[in-house]
């Protein structure tokens, strides 16, 4: 799948601006504060009409405009798709000429992976971080995935709330016995889903690792369920029931899951340097998108905004190479030029972001 234009009105900082980028590597570059990132995000909007930076929408429109217009012209197996999304007082998007309101129509069509600072998060943050990574990257390739998440969540909230009150009316217990087995149900099926994702993407990431690191150094994903693979969930559960009342929440369960990342047999949160951590990110986030690809069948469009200024020369060359298959955009401040020997690829395109 390859961008074949971009257009954006009224975008962030832009007012009228358009690319046409190649189908390999194509390199945005230019001063801080040109709109770099801005165009990695509008690229990005195409696969849902959600932001990774923002939940406003209104922080997309250039201020002091009423709307913000994005086109974008792809080609998926040989076919041109043209998409447009406007954002004003409601958001509507536009596909192939078929009109809707929100975004909801754009998922599952245009496929992209995104590695902006932000989620270095993956291995820097807390077990929150890693959980929504996990969740976002299952859900877009498994459809039946976020409501089983939602159902889980909306269970566990009122389960929470029949805890509290259990502490000041213990008639309520009894009905505790009916959200167990709600929450038991939910709980085994996130296990289980993410569980199999984590089996694949371990085993993905370990091998890009080996790749981008040159062979030094191994990396280790392991799943740390919240409820372990001991004991049956049911029984698990059951144990933790006297501390749940206590504490007034539920103490076990997949909302306490967490995915721990190691170098060399220890933890890369706590000791790794910040470009083994960024690697390991990175790894993580290839993965994601070999991944994607063995499911829907083409190659996604990588977006890697501000990636490669931490890392050596051998690290950046694996991972363009790596991408050979991908349309690939990539920001920095330096001069493409750095790119074009490194990359190999006859296709690179630079796009200079100058003064306005
Ligand atoms: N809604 C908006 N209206 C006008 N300008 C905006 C809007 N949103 C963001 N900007 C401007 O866009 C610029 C930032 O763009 P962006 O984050 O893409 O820069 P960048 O080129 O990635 O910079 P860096 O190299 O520092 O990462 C800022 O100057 C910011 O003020
Ligand atoms: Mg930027």
Same mark, same amino acid.
């Given at each position: 799948?390859?961008?074949?234009?971009?257009?954006?009105?009224? /975008?962030?900082?832009? $007012?009228?601006?358009?690319?046409?980028?190649?189908?390999?590597?194509?390199?945005?570059?230019?001063?801080?504060?040109?709109?770099?990132?801005?165009?990695?995000?509008?690229?990005?909007?195409?696969?849902?009409?959600?932001?990774?930076?923002?939940?406003?929408?209104?922080?997309?429109?250039?201020?002091?405009?009423?709307?913000? #217009?994005?086109?974008?012209?792809?080609?998926?197996?040989?076919?041109?798709?043209?998409?447009?999304?406007?954002?004003?007082?409601?958001?509507?998007?536009?596909?192939?000429?078929?009109?809707?309101?929100?975004?909801?129509?754009?998922?599952?069509?245009?496929?992209?992976?995104?590695?902006?600072?932000?989620?270095?998060?993956?291995?820097?943050?807390?077990?929150?971080?890693?959980?929504? /990574?996990?969740?976002?990257?299952?859900?877009?390739?498994?459809?039946?995935?976020?409501?089983?998440?939602?159902?889980?969540?909306?269970?566990?909230?009122?389960?929470?709330?029949?805890?509290?009150?259990?502490?000041?009316?213990?008639?309520?217990? &009894?009905?505790? !016995?009916?959200?167990?087995?709600?929450?038991?149900?939910?709980?085994?099926?996130?296990?289980?889903?993410?569980?199999?994702?984590?089996?694949?993407?371990?085993?993905?990431?370990?091998?890009?690792?080996?790749?981008?690191?040159?062979?030094?150094?191994?990396?280790?994903?392991?799943? #740390?369920?919240?409820?372990?693979?001991?004991?049956?969930?049911?029984?698990?559960?059951?144990?933790? #029931?006297?501390?749940?009342?206590?504490?007034?929440?539920?103490?076990?369960?997949?909302?306490?899951? !967490?995915?721990?990342?190691?170098?060399?047999?220890?933890?890369?949160?706590?000791?790794?340097?910040?470009?083994?951590?960024?690697?390991?990110?990175?790894?993580?986030?290839?993965?994601?998108?070999?991944?994607?690809?063995? &499911?829907?069948? $083409?190659?996604?469009?990588?977006?890697?905004?501000?990636?490669?200024?931490?890392?050596?020369?051998?690290?950046?060359?694996?991972?363009?190479?790596?991408?050979? &298959?991908?349309?690939?955009?990539?920001?920095?401040?330096?001069?493409?030029?750095?790119?074009?020997?490194?990359?190999? #690829?006859?296709?690179?395109?630079?796009?200079?972001?100058?003064?306005?």
């Amino acid at each position: 799948m390859e961008v074949k234009k971009l257009r954006l009105n009224n /975008f962030r900082n832009f $007012s009228e601006y358009e690319i046409k980028p190649g189908e390999g590597v194509n390199v945005i570059y230019g001063d801080n504060a040109r709109g770099k990132t801005n165009i990695i995000e509008a690229i990005w909007l195409f696969t849902g009409a959600k932001s990774f930076r923002t939940n406003k929408d209104s922080e997309l429109i250039k201020n002091g405009e009423s709307y913000a #217009r994005t086109e974008l012209e792809y080609n998926l197996k040989g076919r041109i798709n043209k998409s447009s999304i406007i954002f004003g007082e409601k958001k509507s998007v536009e596909i192939n000429g078929v009109k809707s309101v929100g975004g909801g129509d754009l998922v599952g069509r245009f496929t992209c992976a995104v590695f902006t600072p932000m989620h270095m998060d993956i291995v820097k943050g807390c077990p929150g971080d890693r959980r929504r /990574f996990l969740d976002t990257s299952i859900c877009q390739i498994n459809s039946g995935y976020l409501k089983i998440l939602k159902e889980y969540m909306r269970v566990l909230a009122q389960r929470n709330a029949l805890l509290k009150d259990i502490q000041y009316e213990s008639a309520l217990l &009894e009905q505790l !016995d009916v959200w167990d087995m709600r929450l038991c149900d939910y709980a085994t099926k996130i296990r289980e889903e993410r569980q199999k994702y984590i089996d694949k993407i371990s085993k993905e990431s370990e091998k890009i690792y080996e790749g981008i690191s040159g062979g030094r150094e191994k990396l280790e994903i392991i799943y #740390r369920p919240g409820l372990d693979f001991s004991e049956d969930a049911e029984t698990q559960i059951a144990k933790a #029931r006297a501390n749940d009342i206590k504490y007034g929440t539920t103490t076990v369960g997949p909302h306490r899951d !967490d995915i721990e990342i190691n170098l060399k047999g220890i933890s890369a949160r706590s000791y790794g340097s910040q470009g083994q951590q960024r690697s390991c990110a990175l790894s993580l986030k290839l993965a994601e998108s070999a991944m994607l690809k063995e &499911e829907t069948g $083409s190659s996604p469009v990588i977006l890697l905004d501000d990636v490669m200024s931490e890392l050596d020369r051998g690290r950046r060359e694996y991972i363009l190479k790596r991408l050979g &298959e991908n349309q690939v955009f990539v920001t920095c401040c330096d001069r493409p030029e750095d790119y074009a020997d490194i990359s190999e #690829r006859a296709e690179l395109k630079s796009f200079y972001l100058g003064e306005k």
